[in-house]
């Protein structure tokens, strides 16, 4: 059957990347991997937390100018949304759009997808929803639907989690996926102080810190690895030269973890680097996305400049 197949595929993936990422002087594993259904609730949690600002100031971000960016996107665009998390934020879109021609969801999981694309449908009857099942980090192509120009919409600041070469390639293709005249509306978490920035991936109540543990958790459910999760501490801090925050988690002590035929060994102290999440500056930002085809037109921030939504033309 063709979903147990893809289901494997992934899976073969998934272990290809934790044994290369162990496998690496600096351990590494790839944040694409936080959101199994155990990750993404605790992905969720973490968006209503007091020291996360990010969500809500997007949200209010959209909130006030949905219609602007509607404006900018024209009337029967074709929308395609990069993950299909954020329900939320595309309505605000969708609610100002102009004769929409459709709506493509794109999401590696199949069963998340399915569910988000019959919520929307449901709530929208005169829209043509067409959800595909992809890993945007690689390239996949769009259903052949009629529309006057494809726009999509990449909200919640993903990008910030793609290291520079890897975001200049996303651009990229997203530039060659629209074609000329199409556009991408991007989320972008903005530079600001680290006594804002450090708290928001270390809150009180350690949300943020079972986020990072549940992929230890996640590997060894569907890896068979034996990682104890609690011999390892959440670790974030701003890396003012790479204007990133870096997660870690951080073995309390030497040990040896099992993973198939493989075995690693860490010392005390020693980290797997779990995500990187750029903070870019507006201008910055434009001249990156000009160098691979795409022209920012319009930037709209909130009053503290902690976030901006930005529209850009391929
Ligand atoms: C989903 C990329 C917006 O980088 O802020 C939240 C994920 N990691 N807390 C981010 C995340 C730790 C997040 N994004």
Redesign the pocket.
Known sequence: MTSTCAARRTRDQFRADVLAGLSRPQKRLP?KY?YDAAGSQL?DR?TELPE?Y??RTELAVMREHAAAMAARCGPRCLLVELGAGSLVKVRLLLDELVAPAGYVPVDVSGEHLRGAARELAADYPGLGVHPVVADFTRPFELPPVPAARRVVYFP???I??FDPAEADDLLGRVARLVGPGGGLLLGI?LRKDTAVLEP??NDARGV?AA??RNLLVRINRELGADFDPAAFRHR?FYNHERSR?E?HLVSAAEQRVQMGGATFVFRAGESIHT?N?YKYAPAEFAQRAAACGLRADATWTDANGFFAVMHLTA
């Open positions: 944040s936080f992905f973490i996360y990010p969500t919640g600041s993903t910030g989690n978490d928001a991936y943020t986020f990072n974030a925050i997660m995500e999440s």
